[in-house]
């Protein structure tokens, strides 16, 4: 087979989430590729005791690994809150193995948290009659966003959550510390919506249905009819964004970035946070500019850098919107959801989690979003109860 490993970077690019179920978009993998999988073991009891931050900083750790090894243009990946996927071709394999591998360890000795870690060949994938295809989906200027369809990255998330052999299982890796996590940055308090709710929602249309793009488009006509166009949406308010100096809530960072090395670099790695977080706040208070950063860019860029919005084999939303809206859409979910059409999850709260991938401060930065207090955690229990019933 011919060499794969820029398939990805090369597919044209969807410019309106819109049109994210559209069939016409998607391009199968490569046969020869491989899927990795996460999920946090029992992610919803930490997340009851708030230990959400250190969830959602574990779930996209794997992204942030692998994208230090390899070109992020290549790689598809998506974040679920307590875990994450990602596609790649087969000279990654070790590589991936490696950062699985790494973040495992980290997780059970930094967190007491268990990942679940698997990795499975796209061919494995399609003889048990699934598939992945990906389109990619210009988010802002700066970030491409990944969208898949074909069932087979939640048919991955089956097999991982039942895994009972070695076959696709990673083992955790002894020596963590040599995995590169740079970039991986958590500063930023809960993002607050003052007069609208946060509403984290997950909605799949029933998978024994033949036309599931013609639900979809359906949803998507709702959300924008009730709640408004795209930016009214992004639930990351950016008067409301502030970061944060608490030793505690930086140490859910700390931990990641100076696994292995002892509790003095820690403190030191917490102090020089601080400190980079007085003149972050500085620089963007005065909207100065450098030669490599122009800081008044930095939190409209984050708003729009922002995964609120995803299509992996079901949709999943981080919106903002008032109560009434919410309460007019989610009657619309359970009429469909009594047709048969659809099955849903929701979690509401007032504010946004962001956790951050930080390549360069001037516009190069992704940051995934995730309701407070465990919003895609809480509203994949709602989501899995209704499946159950179709």
């Known amino acids: 087979m011919a060499d794969s490993a820029d398939f990805y970077a090369n597919l044209p690019v969807i410019e309106d989430f819109f049109n994210a179920s559209n069939q016409e978009n998607f391009h199968p993998l490569p046969d020869n590729w491989y899927v990795a999988v996460t999920d946090i073991v029992n992610s919803t009891d930490a997340i009851q005791n ?20 390899a070109d992020r243009n290549t790689i598809p990946f998506t974040f679920g809150g307590d875990g994450a996927s990602f596609c790649f071709p087969p000279h990654l ?3 991936a193995r490696r950062v699985l591998g790494g973040c495992k360890t980290i997780g059970k000795t930094e967190y007491n948290l268990d990942l679940r870690a698997a990795i499975i060949p796209l061919s494995y994938i399609r003889e048990q009659g699934y598939d992945i295809q990906v389109a990619r989906y210009r988010a802002s200027e700066f970030y491409i966003q990944s969208i898949f369809s074909g ?4 048919f991955a998330e089956r097999i991982l959550k039942n895994l009972n052999s070695d076959t696709f299982r990673v083992p955790a890796l002894e020596n963590a510390q040599t995995v590169d996590f740079s970039g991986l940055e958590c500063r930023w308090q809960k993002v607050e919506q003052p007069q609208n709710e946060v509403i984290t929602m997950m909605i799949k249309a029933n998978p024994n249905i033949d036309h599931p793009q013609k639900i979809y488009e359906q949803v998507f006509q709702k959300i924008r009819t009730t709640f408004g166009f ?15 100096l608490s030793f ?3 140490m859910g960072e700390a931990r ?19 400190l980079q977080t007085i003149i972050g706040k500085v620089l963007m208070a005065l909207d100065y500019e450098t030669t490599a950063t122009n800081w008044s860019l930095y939190k409209s860029d984050l708003a729009q850098n922002s995964d609120y919005r995803k299509f992996d084999d079901m949709l999943r939303l981080v919106i903002s919107g008032s109560e009434s809206e919410r309460k007019e859409f989610v009657n ?37 979003v995730d309701g407070s207090g465990g919003g895609y955690v809480s509203a994949a229990e709602g989501l899995k109860k209704r499946l159950k019933k179709l």
């Open 230 to 244: 795209d930016e009214k949406t992004n639930p990351i308010n950016i008067p409301e964004l502030s970061m944060t």
């Open 93 to 95: 394999i070790d590589d």
């Open 332 to 368: 619309f979910l359970e009429e469909q959801f009594r047709n048969e059409k659809l099955a849903f999850g929701i979690h509401l709260s007032k504010a946004a989690m962001i956790t951050c991938m930080v390549f360069q401060y001037h516009r190069d930065h992704i940051h995934f």
């Open 248 to 250: 505690s809530k930086l």
């Open 50 to 69: 708030n230990r959400y931050k250190e969830v959602n900083i574990l779930g996209a750790s794997p992204i942030v690994g692998i994208f230090n090894i």
């Open 256 to 274: 990641f970035r100076t696994h292995g090395q002892g509790w003095l670099k820690r403190i030191g790695y917490i102090l020089k946070v601080q």
């Open 151 to 154: 069932g087979g990255l939640s």
